[in-house]
């Protein structure tokens, strides 16, 4: 049954099993998918719904990896005080570890790349002189708005984020320097040009900028970068394991708050 | 100053960032990393200390792609009824999905990497007769204790996983069929010796195995296989958005039952 | 030390231990609280800044068991389907659950909240001619911008949610049917004048008004409600123990999808 | 039809709703829950399944208040960074800082619950000789096997928790001094005895005890205890919010980290 219209809406073209078969993508995954395909190329098959090309996977790995980790950040330093209570429960850890991955941190990666894309939407194949156009206007009605402007600026990056100038050089030599990374730049320069304040394109920025333009819904794009920070979270729990950061941050917390 | 003793603890070998530079795992990112490595490498080299050889990295991929995905699973379930909710923090989705990846649902991966590990502990290349002889040994102590055998049977493969025989073959071709996949063969005839009863080695004990074989840490499985997951999940809630099933469920059960 | 500049910023007005006391809200927790204070009376303590009146109270305990459960909402099968995967970590089941408290269930509560004390803000005891001015023209501004009035409708309780009159009824009688009540009652009102269908007030929105009145900061209701969201949350992880429905759930789902 | 075999297991006695009634624990909540029961008593009756008396209220209000904050414990601190990069899902923070509560943070109050219900099993109505036995053996063989005595000892206090001796006098004075806080009791006496160091009853494991004596079954009082901790997590969100700590906390970290 399932329901009363008779309609079965719970289906997946995601992944399935039968007693001896698993599919994902619609492929065998035994034969046609192990062996054969990096967790990148399934995880972009997935969403985009074809295989990359080895350049788009090239820049979708260089995007992954750029955002797997930086270090002791507040998502690191809550999964590790997770695991300091509840050492059993790894995945718990990682799960407190993502939940900060929101507007402030990490997700601004997937809000440049919805706002690139709504900003571009339409305009195919759009010269230099349209991308600037686009992003004068575009600046200026989030300035207008009294809104920051998206993918710009780094606290800790102030003259540069080192992520960025590599990650055009990567796109551009895989001949896939697309419209939304060409349409970040001019959003800088049309920043600069409107604020008088320069404020260099971020690593977020320009990784949510190029996993659209190799293809990945802009939608998703929020969730694509979780990937990466799982990863970057599971050797911070490896490296808590062995050597405990939580539990002394809490004592000197402790000690500092109470004195 | 941090603490009294004047030892600094607040340190990470994982990654850390200057104004210009992000250094990761040791290496600069920029040049070192993007463009070079894949996320999988990089989430080896996060824990094993090395980068992967090519070998190891076709392992590692083939158990992430095995494990990513099986359908509309308690977890991928999960995260579409939160992503219902919240569906402004996919984040959240996300993390409600892998919370379950525990004793039952994709944890014995690790469980069974470590019990493995721990069986084998102090041997080193040990021949079939060694492992046979571990095996029936290992087998009979859990058993006698009225516990299961890790890695062993499948709710619905139950003739057979089929991710086991092409992981084994995959390991085998890359040189890397170790001593841990070698012993969970091994346990899986000691097991239907000591009881009769046929349980094939399921995927994720395979996995599990797989990973120890290629030197992830086997404390750091259970992590590890997280990273798949959340490229699974992150592809349902784009099913989602796009067609929801989480809501829809949520009515159906509501009405049954409330009937 | 702390901080280059010499000030901690690390302290907590909330609560503190010493190797003998254990504060919180700035009372000796053993001989002040304990014995004193309901939990319910104490999470305002904590948020509200002063102890709630017995009026206030009955409201506050009112609001928070109107909103503890509603059977097996989507919240309750999250944690149900994580329960069955974790049972060995409950936290992680309960975490999911409330991770979909989001803007389409559950926080709408405090969107309503704040919704109707920013449209008050500046207007100190306003009468009813008043209120209901400022209503009319909340809601045309809403419906101007294409947006839901916030508070107003509910997908089973179409001709009226059971709680709200009673909602109303009990801040009546306890003398606290303030400002933030009696707008939402007009804004109902303006709204069917404005749009000619009847929405009447939801559960969701006339605990959010009420929670305002009774003096809980608007921005902490949504967190405000997840208390009583816990609680229904606790006790579908027992009745799961006892008799479980993820694992069942997910089964037939599986089947029903597979078909 | 839901099942094969035809048999509905969509079923909950927790709550239920129709078009115009809710129902909870098998009361209709406007009228004979609203306005009567706390949220205390709510939650009592959801996992008891029947309302609490006076005194016992007294005593789960006490246990309650007494584990729901301690300053800025690892909980407190992982819900603030969980805030400063997702202050738009305060849900997701409130999560963050639950997930922690495993083995070694707040768990032990579950665990010790359940530690002293098996032991007691079967012996009903025990006098204190009999206490003092039981828990010489269950002491002896906690030792024995190399393991630690649940609740006892407190980093912090550790000539005794202030809550302890406060629990134990409420529980008197409301003639609900039962089995399991007179075992706790005898335990610490039993592993002084048998250790020569003396581990005074923590509050954790009062609390445990206290409510496994008021009828909380011991499997529910991991997850009881979490209906404290989200209101102590409410209230660090609500702070943190108007006197951010997350942020400088990484600020500080990262400097530190990167020197």
């Known amino acids: 049954m399932a329901d009363p219209a008779g309609v079965e809406y719970l ?9 001896d078969t698993i599919t994902v993508a619609g492929r065998d995954l035994p ?3 192990m062996g054969r395909l990096s967790l990148t190329e399934l995880a972009y098959l997935l969403l985009a719904g074809r ?7 090239l820049v979708l790995d260089a995007v992954l990896v750029s955002l797997a980790d930086h270090g002791l950040t507040p998502s690191a330093l809550a999964a590790r005080l997770t695991y300091a209570g509840a050492p059993e429960a790894p995945q718990a850890a990682v799960a407190a570890g993502l939940l900060g991955a929101g507007s402030v941190f990490l997700g601004p990666a997937g809000d440049t790349a919805q ?30 708005a009294g809104l920051r402007v998206p993918g710009l600026g780094h606290p800790i990056h102030k003259a540069g984020d080192p ?10 030599e895989a001949g896939l320097l697309g419209p939304h990374l060409r349409l970040l730049r001019e959003v800088a320069i049309a920043q600069e040009a409107a604020t008088g304040r320069p404020l260099p394109v971020n690593g ?6 190029a996993l659209v333009d190799v293809g990945v819904p802009p939608g998703s794009v929020r969730g694509f970068v979780l990937i990466a920070r799982t990863a970057g979270l599971v050797a911070h729990l490896a490296e ?19 004195g």
Do not use: N
């Not at 195919?124 to 989030?142: H, N, Y």
């Not at 977020?204 to 900028?209: L, P």
């Not at 808590?240 to 402790?254: D, F, M, T, W």
């Open 11 to 19: 289906r997946t073209a995601i992944g399935s099993s039968t007693a």
């Open 31 to 33: 034969s046609e998918v």
């Open 204 to 209: 977020a920025g320009a990784a949510g900028a």
């Open 240 to 258: 808590e394991a062995a050597q405990p950061i939580g539990r002394r941050l809490y004592e000197e917390v402790e000690r500092r708050a109470g």
């Open 51 to 57: 295989e990359p090309t080895p350049g788009e996977r």
């Open 115 to 144: 706002w690139l894309w709504d900003t571009l939407a339409g305009t195919t194949e759009p010269d230099d002189e349209v991308l600037r156009a686009v992003a004068a206007g575009a600046v200026a009605a989030r300035l207008d």
């Open 163 to 172: 992520r960025t100038p590599r990650l055009y050089e990567l796109a551009a």
